[in-house]
């Protein structure tokens, strides 16, 4: 993967975004590795989503998520499995209810030990994040979608079916217009594709673009992406258009019997022009080859 050494993966409670009422983004600021994690209040009770990488970003969410709740009762979600969004969960245990779908419930089972291996090998500081991380259960496990009354707000969590990973989750709050889609939408990067043939294939490019025509369907007001800006609809209809200029551009070139290096080369090059601003370039690669065996002539 990455080359470089990544920064360190430290949320910080910093530059906290009221984005509609009694509802609150911990922003990433842009850093890599660190989601934007949201805090929403009802009348008595608050919901966490995600934790930040490893139980030193989590202790430092679950303390400013309680001070927010003053008192309401706390909840925790995570939009997928990955260690960044789910690897600090253990922290709200006896704190928190732990609420996720039964896909990524899966995920984080059968992956989150390979997962935690992986990530340990991105350099040092990703690996002291890491450090004491156990793999929580969640307390309660629901299998497409859940309906959370926080009091006089009812929020909502579904399960999208496999695109990004195979647990993926979006939660909205539909009397304010806000969507946290976690890692199905990435604003001013390029998708996220965690494609790593043989022992990750489950990120689907196909199924992601029919994901993205739904959420777009919703028209919601405003979008909270897994990383970047907070924004509003725009968000969901750039990455549906990457995603789709992505297989065609892929296939086009599939179609023509070109090896998959050159199909890597003239794709990336072309996505790069159109998106001179974007970062995280690496995964135009994986992208290109998890399309290229989703191709059908
Ligand atoms: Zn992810």
Redesign the pocket.
Known sequence: MAEYVLPDPVVQIAGVQEVARDLVVIPNRRVQLVPNIGVIGGAHSVLVIDTGMGPRNAEKVLEFAADYAGGRELYLTTT?F?PE?AFGAQVFAGEATFLINRAQAEDLAMKGAGYLKMFAGLGEPVARQLQGVELATADVVYDHSYDLDLGGRVVQLRATGRA??KGDQVVTVPDAGVMFT??LVEAGQFA?F?WFPPHDTDVSGMRWIAVMQRLIAERPQVVVP?HGDVGGPRLLADVGDYLELLRDETWVRRDSSMSEETIVDEVRALMIERHPDWSGQEWIEQGVGCLCAEHVA
Request: aromatic letters at 0%; zero cysteines.
């Open positions: 997928h990955h969004h990004h990973s976690g890692d996220i965690p897994g």
